[in-house]
């Protein structure tokens, strides 16, 4: 049974940052892994893939480029992201996904955490 556990979620005021982590039962090498988050009464929306070993980019949503940084451990089966210069609108629940299929940033991935929450506050 694939597990994905995410941790790093708080409260920060706006301008801060915090780095979420994904601990992964399953390889991150093999899989393609992306972060998702929720804002309640929202759609979930993709934020960040991490780039497959075997391709160079990752992919990041346009309202957080330039802020927020995906990588992966794949030693330790480890997916991250780095969050900067935080803002309220970034408040939301945050996912790990898996899929050994490429979806980019469509919520279509077979595997997910059970979530963290992240919020910014004015």
């Known amino acids: 049974q694939v597990q994905l556990v995410e941790s790093g979620g708080g409260s920060v005021q706006a301008g801060g940052s915090l780095r979420l982590s994904c601990a992964a039962s399953v390889s991150v090498y093999a899989h393609y892994m992306a972060w998702f988050r929720q804002a309640p009464g929202k759609k979930r929306e993709g934020v960040a893939r991490?780039?497959?070993?075997?391709?160079?980019?990752?992919v990041y949503a346009d309202s957080v480029k330039g802020r927020f940084t995906i990588s992966k451990d794949n030693a330790k089966n480890t997916l991250y992201l780095q969050m900067n210069n935080l803002k309220p609108e970034d408040t939301a629940m945050y996912y790990c996904?898996?899929?050994?299929?490429?979806?980019?940033?469509?919520?279509?991935?077979?595997?997910w955490g059970q979530g963290t929450q992240v919020n910014v506050s004015s």
């Open positions: 996904a898996a899929d050994r299929a490429d979806w980019v940033l469509l919520d279509r991935y077979e595997y």
């Open positions: 991490a780039a497959a070993t075997w391709r160079l980019s990752a």
